[in-house]
């Protein structure tokens, strides 16, 4: 079977931002680091340009390009959390190392790169059978930058 993973491209930054990435996340460790054999339009011989990683038993690559990379929203990298306490551990690692909180659970981390952590419960309280319990946990995830797991069940409650 083809091996799919996931490509981020940084800067020059890879394997820094995968380190960070692997020490937040179960099941994640850095797989291989590939460096430059010559020189690059971004960098020297021995230079880190690729970082395999496994991310929450998924594969990821991390690419120095040697220029910025603008991520856009189109694409994130979606946690799902067991527990609020799971919420805050992550949201908090990547927003205090200069990330930016958006809304709805979005952020982005310091490279720029888009992340949602949602708490588990959250699909769970959209798909209620009850419309009326969904569309109370949809107005008040709405009001949220980062989830908050007790108040959405609240305002699911009604």
Do not use: H
Not at 22 to 47: H, K, N, Y
């Amino acid at each position: 079977m083809s091996d799919v993973r996931t490509c981020l491209w940084f800067e020059r930054e890879a394997e820094a931002a995968a380190r960070f990435y692997t020490g937040l996340l179960p099941d994640s460790r850095i797989d291989a680091v590939q460096r430059a054999p010559g020189p690059w339009p971004g960098g020297a011989v021995g230079d880190v340009i690729l970082v395999a990683f496994t991310l929450g038993g998924r594969g990821f690559q991390g690419l120095n390009g040697g220029v910025p990379a603008d991520y856009g929203t189109a694409a994130s990298i979606s946690v799902t959390c067991a527990d609020q306490a799971e919420v805050d551990r992550i949201w908090d690692a990547l927003v205090g190392a200069g990330g930016t909180p958006i809304a709805c659970g979005w952020l982005r981390d310091r490279w720029g790169v888009p992340w949602q952590v949602v708490p588990a419960l959250l699909p769970r309280l959209l798909a209620d059978p009850d419309p009326a319990v969904a569309a109370r946990a949809f107005a008040a995830m709405q009001e949220m930058v980062k989830l908050d797991a007790g108040a959405l069940e609240r305002a699911a409650a009604g």
